[in-house]
T-cell receptor, first 113, second 117 residues
Framework: AQSVTQLGSHVSVSEGALVLLRCNYS??????LFWYVQYPNQGLQLLLK??????LVKGINGFEAEFKKSETSFHLTKPSAHMSDAAEYFC???????????FGAGTRLTVKP | NAGVTQTPKFQVLKTGQSMTLQCAQD?????MYWYRQDPGMGLRLIYY?????TTDKGEVPNGYNVSRLNKREFSLRLESAAPSQTSVYFC?????WGQGASGNTIYFGEGSWLTVV
């Protein structure tokens, strides 16, 4: 079965600094990979996804992620953090054309002024 | 466009009581899901339904039952609630497979906060 590991349950950055949230996955078949964001007391919203094709994926709010098969990673980055980026971020994986989607434990991002 | 709607939003149960969480989506999606979210554990899949008439267990199905009533509705039932089932529950539905902007995207409801005392 597939699984996701997010390194770091809490990440703190200063406003304007680089954001890097780490995600590693395991999957026995080619995976589809996702990043979701959750603001307090809300459901999850899709940031970006990788299915096939270009390994560098751009999402909303200036975020991007790169699929690296050799490293089984799908890290999320943003060049310059904004205060509004403070939220919890979840990485998720699903095997190609499979209905079972699994999420990581989440990383809470804090942005300091 | 309501998306995914789940009810109730808040519920307090006594140990041993039963209840059903309701979920409906108006996006004509085939796949629907129930997750629970607990601090430090992320979202864990309870059950999912790939299509009307089918359901499958996820990571943590014990203590729960589900019904895919029709294409729109997917309910989660706690037959005998336990304090360990105190959690936030999310229903979700997913678009069909595809590589376009909307393909294979999960949409979440706003959550149901359940406390079992």
């Amino acid at each position: 079965a597939q699984s996701v590991t997010q390194l770091g349950s809490h990440v703190s950055v200063s406003e304007g600094a680089l954001v890097l949230l780490r995600c590693n996955y395991s999957s026995s078949v080619p995976p589809y990979l996702f990043w979701y964001v959750q603001y307090p007391n809300q459901g999850l919203q899709l940031l970006l996804k990788y299915t096939t094709g270009a390994t560098l994926v751009k999402g909303i709010n200036g975020f991007e992620a790169e699929f690296k098969k050799s490293e089984t990673s799908f890290h999320l980055t943003k060049p310059s953090a904004h205060m509004s980026d403070a939220a919890e971020y979840f990485c998720a994986v699903t095997p190609s054309k499979n209905n079972d989607m699994r999420f990581g434990a989440g990383t809470r991002l804090t942005v300091k002024p | 466009n309501a998306g995914v709607t789940q009810t109730p939003k808040f519920q307090v149960l006594k140990t041993g009581q039963s209840m059903t969480l309701q979920c409906a989506q108006d996006m004509n999606h085939n796949s629907m899901y129930w997750y629970r979210q607990d601090p430090g554990m992320g979202l864990r899949l309870i059950y999912y339904s790939a299509s009307e008439g089918t359901t499958d267990k996820g990571e943590v199905p014990n203590g729960y039952n589900v019904s895919r009533l029709n294409k729109r509705e997917f309910s989660l039932r706690l037959e005998s609630a336990a304090p360990s089932q105190t959690s936030v529950y999310f229903c979700a539905s997913r678009t069909s497979w595809g590589q376009g902007a909307s393909g294979n995207t999960i949409y979440f409801g706003e959550g149901s906060w359940l406390t079992v005392v």
